[in-house]
């Protein structure tokens, strides 16, 4: 949780969902062990409510997702059948360079899915070598949230101002690379369509 400057309440800025971003990487990592998890409370009306950080907040006619909601949403639809094997000298990407990742495999979409936190306020760049995939290719999708402002959030009148933007990256087809330009304080989903 983070304390809302000049409020008395918690609230789920970028930071926070960042932060939250590192931390299910991990769980999905460890999903023989973990089973299942959830975001309480869920909904939060903006004149009336009990506890804060609320995931969802609304009013009598509107309602927005907070960049929690949003970092909750990628891992829920992008979740994979199986999990994979992300490493860096032999360890799971977990905190090296500030990185935090997961990957699964979609056996449905025929996908790998790729989960990349950079909990640092520095951009990295960094290159993932995907040996275990017979044909690369050329172009992979990309959902990316990033901030410059760890104090952003999302409200009724700015609902978007922190969720996820769409775009491809080109990946190199003949070494099996995929170079990562991570902004400061991001996360980001790649999905690698591998066609068999």
């Given at each position: 949780?983070?304390?809302?400057?000049?409020?008395?309440?918690?609230?789920?800025?970028?930071?926070?969902?960042?932060?939250?971003?590192?931390?299910?990487?991990?769980?999905?990592?460890?999903?023989?062990?973990?089973r299942l998890t959830s975001y309480a409370p869920l909904f939060a009306h903006v004149d009336g409510w009990q506890w804060s950080p609320d995931l969802i907040w609304l009013d009598n006619l509107n309602i927005y997702g907070t960049p929690s909601y949003y970092v909750?949403?990628?891992?829920?639809?992008?979740?994979?059948?199986?999990?994979?094997e992300l490493t860096e000298g032999g360890k799971p990407l977990a905190g090296q360079d500030s990185l935090y990742a997961s990957a699964v495999w979609d056996e449905a979409t025929r996908e790998v899915?790729?989960?990349?936190?950079?909990?640092?306020?520095?951009p990295v760049k960094h290159e993932l070598q995907l040996g275990g995939l017979k044909k690369v290719p050329a172009k992979a999708g990309l959902s990316?949230?990033?901030?410059?402002?760890?104090?952003?959030?999302?409200s009724i009148q700015d609902a978007l101002r922190v969720a996820p933007q769409e775009s491809e990256v080109m990946l190199d087809t003949r070494r099996k690379k995929l170079t990562l330009d991570l902004p400061g304080r991001s996360f980001s989903v790649y999905r690698i369509k591998t066609g068999g």
């Open positions: 949780h983070t304390r809302n400057t000049g409020s008395d309440i918690n609230v789920n800025n970028w930071l926070a969902a960042v932060s939250e971003s590192a931390f299910m990487t991990g769980l999905e990592r460890n999903a023989d062990v973990v909750q949403k990628q891992f829920s639809t992008n979740r994979g059948t199986h999990l994979l899915i790729l989960k990349i936190t950079n909990a640092s306020a520095a990316r949230m990033a901030n410059n402002n760890p104090e952003a959030v999302n």
